[in-house]
């Protein structure tokens, strides 16, 4: 079957652009993260989804970040007014169970550039 | 932050020798995991140590655990140019939620 894909692969915006990045997880799965890898760094968590509610977003940066889950499949990182601190890789990763300690399965990543 | 700390950063050897990295982390943890991650990809799943493990074998990989000293090491045996990442330790903390990720070993394996 599929694996988790992410869409754009990669998105250019001018400062201050609001951008929208799409994550399809493995069609069941229950748990969904969305991570920010910095070039040359490991992930940085963002926020935990288990079906559509939204358990942890203790990761995210600032209030201009907002993720949503709303059927509890796909999801969508929205980032406002985007910042050059912003540009990053942007990864989605689902898991079949509830558990957090389950394997994570990631898709390739949207790249982030702010120009 | 990061829970997890892997060293070296960066490592280069000959296609067929061994490769050892190891992974240090902060607080008590259910298991640890490590991921391989090839450039501009997403993370791959190599292997899952519990706690109450010491040693796990996958293929030419060896992963140990010594939960007394908070660390862990990986062992890629006879390693191939495919080999070629980065690999990443994580784990969860024992009362946490979320898989946190060490800085990476970055490994170049020269044919």
């Known amino acids: 079957g599929a694996g988790v894909s992410q869409s754009p692969r990669y998105k250019v915006a001018k400062r201050g652009q609001d951008v929208a990045l799409r994550c399809d997880p493995i069609?069941?799965?229950?748990?969904l993260f969305w991570y920010q890898q910095a070039l040359g760094q490991g992930p940085e968590f963002l926020t935990y989804f288990q079906n559509e509610a939204q358990l942890d977003k203790s990761g995210l940066p600032s209030d201009r970040f907002f993720a949503e889950r709303p059927e509890g499949s796909v999801s969508t990182l929205k980032i406002q007014r985007t910042q050059q601190e912003d540009s990053a890789v942007y990864l989605c990763?689902?898991?079949?169970?509830?558990?957090?300690?389950?394997?994570?399965?990631f898709g390739n990543g949207t790249r982030l550039t702010v120009t | 932050s990061q829970q997890g700390e892997e060293d070296p950063q960066a490592l280069s050897i000959q296609e067929g020798e061994n490769a050892t990295m190891n992974c240090s982390y902060k607080t008590s943890i259910n298991n640890l995991q490590w991921y391989r991650q090839n450039s501009g990809r997403g993370l791959v799943h190599l292997i899952l140590?519990?706690?109450?493990?010491r040693e796990k074998h996958s293929g030419r990989l060896r992963v140990t655990l010594d939960t007394s000293k908070k660390s862990s090491s990986l062992l890629i045996t006879a390693s191939r140019a495919a080999d070629t990442a980065s690999y990443f330790c994580?784990?969860?903390?024992?009362?946490?939620?979320?898989?946190?990720f060490g800085g990476g070993t970055r490994v170049l394996v020269k044919p």
């Open positions: 990763a689902s898991s079949a169970m509830g558990d957090p300690n389950s394997p994570l399965h």
């Open positions: 069609s069941g799965h229950v748990s």
């Open positions: 140590i519990r706690s109450n493990e």
């Open positions: 994580a784990t969860v903390p024992a009362a946490g939620n979320k898989l946190t």
